[in-house]
């Protein structure tokens, strides 16, 4: 379209601004991760089992969509997890210890859950906070090893997740009202300790899934709009730097691994605390002396999601999707392994996010550039 003068009139469409939008590089490196896991998986599908091929990858790609309900409570730990680690990162530190912290949360909550009476109003409540409460204990620990004794927060948090995984599994066996020795499972939470369902039938989807978008929320607000949050990032980016200018490194350290220890622990409650689709039923947990791998997975939700709080949400809400879909793909003759390779595939492009984002690049310029280099072109020979 041109004005009256014959040159082109700018549009409110502008690809130039979008591009240079501050989550686009990261949305697009995200997507061509994806898209490419996603084709890396089909071929894997297609050397397998030719004849099978499209009704797996259809199943990997579609299924989750009539599992809505499972996929937002599978959703909700790793969704927890992945802030977990992400927040973390934001302070420049490596959580690798968010499965201990999460098994810490979830034996507090079924502590709280078992051991305390309270009012059915805030039992779950309670429960919940209690489950903040351990990760944060477990979080802190490796944050003072790493804030004044100068250890690796890597090394540290990832013995704390065999640590906390063996304390967690001694003490639900020792305890009988908790355990069931006949089962080797821990017993049903009580209603009054379960959060409440959302109501989807054959689910055990619960508000858990709400309380943990809305945190999300609020740490994208605490990140970007406050000075904690602030202070935090430019710790991150230069530690001496930020004690030149009179912000408290060492407290900002171990605060940041407090608080990603509550996350995680939070995914556990979230987990343990859901009730089921069978009433009076709920999750129950089993001492087997395996980590947890949510935790491990949250790190993948956290590194696709670029460790922005709004992007782990839609990845954590992605992995759940494709893993449920995963599942499925059993009805056709494949191991649900499969859905494992494409999630590696994807996180493995992820990590090359800088190629990614110099190809988005490239190619924009190569579609959008030569079309507005010949519209100004025109405009200057108008003047």
Do not use: C
């Amino acid at each position: 379209m041109k004005d009256k003068k014959g040159a082109p009139r700018k549009t409110k469409f502008d690809i130039k601004k979008i591009t240079q939008l501050q989550g686009y590089s990261s949305f697009t490196s995200a997507l061509m991760a994806i898209v490419l896991g996603l084709i890396f998986g089909f071929m894997v599908m297609l050397f397998a089992n030719p004849g099978s091929a499209l009704a797996g990858f259809r199943f990997v790609v579609l299924g989750g969509l009539g599992r809505i309900g499972d996929v937002f409570y599978f959703a909700t730990p790793i969704l927890m997890t992945g802030l977990a680690v992400g927040f973390a990162f934001k302070m420049g530190l490596f959580n690798i210890g968010a499965s201990g912290q999460y098994t810490m949360g979830l034996y507090f909550a079924l502590y709280v859950a078992f051991m305390w009476q309270l009012p059915n109003g805030i039992h779950w409540m309670v429960a919940i906070l209690a489950g903040m409460v351990g990760g944060m204990i477990w979080g802190f620990i490796p944050g003072f090893f790493k804030a004044f004794l100068n250890v690796n927060e890597v090394i540290t948090s990832i013995m704390f997740n065999y640590i906390g995984m063996y304390l967690v599994d001694m003490w639900i066996q020792s305890n009988a009202t908790i355990y069931v020795s006949s089962t080797t499972r821990t017993r049903y939470v009580p209603m009054s300790a379960q959060i409440p369902s959302l109501g989807i039938s054959g689910s055990n989807v619960n508000f858990g899934i709400v309380i943990g978008i809305l945190i999300a929320i609020i740490l994208y607000i605490v990140l970007q709009k406050t000075t904690f949050g602030y202070e935090l990032k430019a710790t991150g980016f230069n530690k001496h730097a930020s004690e030149y200018a009179g912000m408290k490194g060492k407290k900002n350290i171990v605060l940041a691994m407090a608080i990603s220890g509550g996350l995680a622990g939070l995914g556990g409650a979230f987990l343990i605390l859901a009730p089921s689709g069978i009433v009076g039923s709920s999750m129950t947990y089993e001492p087997i002396n395996i980590i947890a791998a949510n935790g491990f997975n949250g790190i993948a939700v956290s590194l696709l999601g670029h460790s922005h709080p709004l992007g782990i949400i839609f990845s954590a809400v992605f992995i759940s999707h494709i893993q449920r879909g995963g599942t499925l793909t059993s009805l056709v003759g494949y191991k649900p392994e499969i859905i494992d390779v494409v999630i590696a595939v994807i996180i493995y492009f992820s990590a090359f996010a800088m190629i990614m984002k110099s190809s988005a690049g490239k190619f924009i310029k190569s579609k959008f550039g030569k079309k507005e280099n010949k519209e100004n072109k025109v405009a200057k020979e108008a003047e």
